[in-house]
């Protein structure tokens, strides 16, 4: 199992930037699969960004172009970099694990973005 401090969600004009930090802590040499999700209000939560152990990335087509998925092993961190934000962007961005056996959620961290 392994736990997440998620940062760097925000309010930022249509056509900005944000980047999300996910560090994770716990049995992070268990991991198979991290990265990101967001649910938008009245919506079903949707993949934005996820990286393999191998380093293998999948993006959701919403934001391929746009976003993209990193991590820095020394620091156990994962980043999502959010280029080009569009007001349809605006969600709840929540950091994902999955290891074996296990499927590990963080919090969340809002990011809003305005026409």
């Known amino acids: 199992q392994v736990q997440f401090v998620e940062s760097g969600g925000g309010l930022v004009q249509a056509g900005g930037s944000l980047r999300l930090s996910c560090a994770v802590s716990?049995?992070?040499?268990?991991?198979?699969?991290i990265g990101w999700y967001r649910q938008a209000p009245g919506k079903q939560r949707e993949l934005a960004a996820t990286?393999?152990?191998?380093?293998?990335?999948n993006y959701a087509d919403s934001v391929k172009g746009r976003f993209t998925i990193s991590r820095d092993a020394a620091k156990n961190t994962v980043y999502l970099q959010m280029n080009s934000l569009k007001p349809e962007d605006t969600a709840v961005y929540s950091c994902?694990?999955?290891?074996?056996?296990?499927?590990?959620w963080g919090q969340g961290t809002q990011v809003t973005v305005s026409s």
């Open positions: 994902y694990a999955r290891g074996m056996g296990y499927g590990n």
């Open positions: 990286i393999s152990s191998s380093g293998t990335t």
């Open positions: 716990g049995n992070t040499f268990t991991i198979t699969v």
